[in-house]
């Protein structure tokens, strides 16, 4: 009987997938456990199952010897050391595809919210401080028709422009390849910061594209542009970006992600025309359970001998195979 370390509980139920296997993890409605807890546990583990806010890093991979695979319940997978994983053949899995069609239905519900001051208008009522129709209350900006530059044209980045198309919008975007019968164009990162009206962020987190949006690259927006990311939080300067919705100079945005959630930078708590979320891009019940499924998928296969569908690092299989 294999060990499954779970850190959290997961929507569905996932652990009656997994007969005849030992699942040890928080319950429904308990905490996810913390790092020292699931750290502890994994000294006897065949298999770790875990959030993106866990970093399984070196240490962790060192403080379970007989791990076999990690699945991580999300796609992003800039919280694991895969390399290191690689290295000591544990497979690495994550989450693709069940979580597009709902995080880009996310990533439109912030860009119109930024584009038409929702988050200011909804606080206006609540606080009981809206005094009537005016012409000129709360006006943003138009989002049909405009453009819209999609940075990292992988599977969210087209279930987004494929919504875009919808609202009739040019498409620009940098990396990967276009849903097929959208028009979009591909342009290089300063071309589409310089002419979209809304910028959205897709691409992963890596060391290529920490920081990407910098003061430079939001200076270089158009004036009254809207940033949306979904993606992860460190991908966009904070505090630069507090700086250019200070200026006036962006005329919105919507943050789905931050550098160190679930803390928020503070001058971005106070920025202007910022509308922010936390991390609910994936947040419907159909897409969590199912990512919770493939969790279990890869584990399942690992632990069967098995390629699972979802694995990141191919190379693992083979270490383990030289083991
Ligand atoms: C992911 O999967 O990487 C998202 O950030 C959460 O679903």
Redesign the pocket.
Known sequence: MARIVATSHLPGDPARLLDGHEWIGPARGDDAWSRVRWLGELATADALVCL?SDRVDAEALAAGPSLRVVAN????HDNIDVAAATARGVAVA??PDV?VEA?ADFTFALLLAAARRLGEGERLVRAGAWAGWTPDLLLGADVGGQTLGIIGMGRIGRAVARRAHGFAMTVLYTRGAPPDGVAATAVTLDELLAQSDVVSVHCPLTAATHRLIDARALAAMKPGAILVN???GAIVDDAALAEALERGHLGGAGLD?FVNEPAVDARLLAAPRLVLAP?L???TTT?RTR?AELCVNAVRDVLSGRRPANLINGDALAARGRA
């Open positions: 993106l319940y999300a796609v992003g994550n989450t979580l995080s979904t993606a992860r992600v991390h891009g994936s947040a897409a990512m």
